[in-house]
């Protein structure tokens, strides 16, 4: 079993930045490819970015590209998400997700572990 805990969440203004991290038990960390996804009051959750298990592919979804940047720390069990240049369009319960099978998905289908999730809140 995997438990997964984000932190790094909080209230931001537009064009501000933030630094997401998902911290991860467990010895295989390493063999997962690992997402993050957000979702907004009312919405359904959504894609935000994806990382294979060696951290040399990754994978955007179109709003957030060029603006947030996934990356891991394989020897720290973690992935972190930065995001810049936030909208408040961005203001969402992020979370991590863990794909013991090592695909990078773009859909919350697959992903054998999630995180509660972390608040972001960019106001205008």
């Known amino acids: 079993q995997v438990q997964l805990v984000e932190s790094g969440g909080g209230l931001v203004q537009a064009g501000g930045s933030l630094r997401l991290s998902c911290a991860a038990s467990g010895r295989t960390f390493r063999w997962y490819a690992m997402g993050w996804f957000r979702q907004a009051p009312g919405k359904e959750r959504e894609f935000v970015a994806a990382i294979s298990s060696s951290g040399g592919t990754t994978n955007y979804a179109d709003s957030v590209k060029g603006r947030f940047t996934i990356s891991r720390d394989n020897a720290k069990n973690t992935v972190y998400l930065e995001m810049n240049s936030l909208k408040p369009e961005d203001t969402a319960v992020y979370s991590c997700?863990?794909?013991?099978?090592?695909?990078?998905?773009?859909?919350?289908?697959?992903?054998?572990?999630w995180g509660q999730g972390t608040q972001v809140t960019v106001s205008s």
């Open positions: 997700a863990a794909d013991a099978q090592g695909i990078i998905r773009r859909t919350i289908y697959g992903y054998d572990y």
